[in-house]
């Protein structure tokens, strides 16, 4: 494993304003580093602040203080426009709700990212048909989301997240919305592509058994990281 930092983030703080004078403080300086290659967890009940932190790690929002650091690049430095581009590069985002577009195939699903990249027609087709075949999703190209099932729409979204060869995975209760036995096949992804890619992934969720499938589980609760321990991978 590569001992170098892919996330370091010091005293973040995130508060939102809801009302001059009052505000919300949802993080409360917290501190992270997450080694490149790592697969860790983030686990907390609903409100702890994990989907607000996560919105930070993926460049999606910006702390209100603290520095963040990724992949050696300060974020705080960088405007929207290069927030975007990194975001773009460096990110690949699992939701809980697939966030697939509608009326378009699994395949033209995963070429999207690779269409905002620059990416060729010739190369983004091959390499989504790639992806798709990598979780087992390529007897399903052509067809439609409401084609499909919750799990294999979750497999395209997976897929769709590596179509940039992101340096970090964020899953974001990646299973909360499938079957047990579903959300089995979708970690075991998640898994493969750990080992096998070497992809930095972070989880997010409030299940501690998913939580234990990875080499460490940060705690987190009303915005501070309450303790840091080993998984069982």
């Not at 190369?123 to 052509?142: D, F, P």
Request: glycine residues 10%; aromatic residues 4%; proline residues 3%.
């Amino acid at each position: 494993m590569n001992s170098e930092n892919m996330i370091l983030m010091q005293d973040i703080v995130k508060r939102f304003f809801i009302g001059c004078p009052n505000e919300l403080q949802v993080l409360d300086h917290i501190g992270l580093d997450v080694r490149a290659g790592e697969f860790v967890s983030i686990v907390g009940e609903s409100g702890s602040g994990k989907s607000t932190l996560m919105n930070i790690i993926g460049a999606l929002d910006r702390p209100t203080e603290g520095e963040y650091i990724l992949d050696g690049v300060d974020m705080g430095t960088l405007d929207d426009n290069k927030l975007s581009d990194i975001r773009n590069a460096k990110v690949g985002f699992v939701f809980q709700t697939f966030n697939l577009v509608p009326r378009t195939t699994a395949l033209k699903n995963v070429e999207l990212p690779m269409l905002y990249a620059g990416v060729s027609r010739t190369k983004r087709t091959a390499r989504a048909k790639e992806l798709l075949r990598l979780v087992g999703m390529e007897e399903r190209m052509t067809h439609m989301p409401n084609e499909l099932s919750g799990g294999q729409k979750q497999r395209v979204a997976i897929a769709r997240a590596m179509a940039n060869d992101p340096a970090i995975i964020l899953a974001d209760e990646p299973t909360g919305a499938l079957d047990s036995v579903t959300g089995r096949l979708v970690m075991d992804i998640f898994h493969s592509l750990h080992k096998e890619s070497g992809k930095t992934i972070v989880l997010i969720t409030h299940s501690q058994e998913l939580a234990e499938e990875t080499e460490r589980i940060i705690s987190l609760k009303d915005g501070r990281i309450t303790g840091v321990r080993k998984g069982s991978n």
